[in-house]
């Protein structure tokens, strides 16, 4: 009886496994999640305006939601404009940056069943200043109720530039 283990430790240990595993689950999800998602190429300067001037052609006479200054900081969310209607709700959230002194362009395609999860201190950076929704002025229900929309639009003087819209 002596070499015999109780069943409380079989349990703990039981426990302690299906964690890890748990925990490994979650770090795969995650990884694929992020390489389904992100997308980032190097590109040429011309190649980087191609691809922003395509996304900016289905927002023709439009200004986006929130207005940035010369800088990329917040000035005003437009939350009062009259939103399209029947404004069917958005799937992505969409971000194309390009950054000019590494001549990449990242693609990012965020769901919109997460941003609605509210997932804790979830933000955007925006030109090197991280965001949240909170700062910007605005939520995902106001996003929702505009529908598909150019959301910020951004410039640098070095050329790099940054695009969010929903879709």
Same mark, same amino acid.
């Given at each position: +009886?002596?070499?015999?283990?109780?069943?409380?430790?079989?349990?703990?240990?039981?426990?302690?496994?299906? $964690?890890?595993?748990?925990? /490994?689950? +979650?770090?795969?999800?995650?990884?694929?999640?992020?390489? #389904?998602?992100?997308?980032?190429?190097? /590109?040429?300067?011309?190649?980087?305006?191609?691809?922003?001037?395509?996304?900016?052609? =289905? &927002?023709?006479?439009?200004?986006?939601?929130?207005?940035? !200054? !010369?800088? $990329? =900081?917040?000035?005003?969310? @437009?939350? !009062?404009?009259?939103?399209?209607?029947?404004? =069917?709700?958005?799937?992505?959230?969409?971000?194309?940056?390009?950054?000019?002194?590494d $001549?990449?362009?990242?693609?990012?395609?965020?769901? &919109?069943w997460?941003?609605? +999860?509210?997932?804790?201190?979830?933000?955007?950076?925006?030109?090197?200043? #991280?965001?949240? &929704?909170?700062?910007? =002025? +605005?939520?995902?229900?106001?996003?929702e109720? &505009?529908?598909?929309?150019l959301?910020?639009? @951004?410039?640098?003087?070095?050329g790099?530039?940054?695009? /969010?819209?929903?879709?």
């Open positions: +009886m002596a070499g015999r283990v109780k069943t409380w430790v079989w349990i703990v240990v039981a426990v302690a496994v299906v $964690g890890v595993l748990g925990l /490994v689950a +979650m770090a795969g999800i995650g990884f694929y999640f992020a390489s #389904q998602h992100i997308a980032t190429r190097a /590109v040429s300067p011309a190649a980087a305006a191609e691809d922003f001037d395509a996304v900016r052609k =289905r &927002f023709v006479g439009k200004s986006p939601i929130i207005e940035l !200054d !010369d800088r $990329g =900081r917040f000035v005003r969310a @437009h939350t !009062d404009r009259a939103s399209a209607s029947p404004a =069917r709700p958005p799937e992505w959230l969409r971000v194309l940056a390009y950054d000019s002194n $001549g990449r362009i990242v693609e990012i395609k965020v769901p &919109f997460l941003l609605r +999860m509210k997932m804790g201190n979830a933000s955007i950076d925006l030109n090197g200043r #991280q965001m949240d &929704f909170e700062d910007l =002025r +605005m939520s995902v229900e106001d996003l109720r &505009f529908g598909p929309a959301i910020a639009e @951004h410039k640098a003087p070095d790099t530039r940054v695009l /969010v819209w929903s879709e």
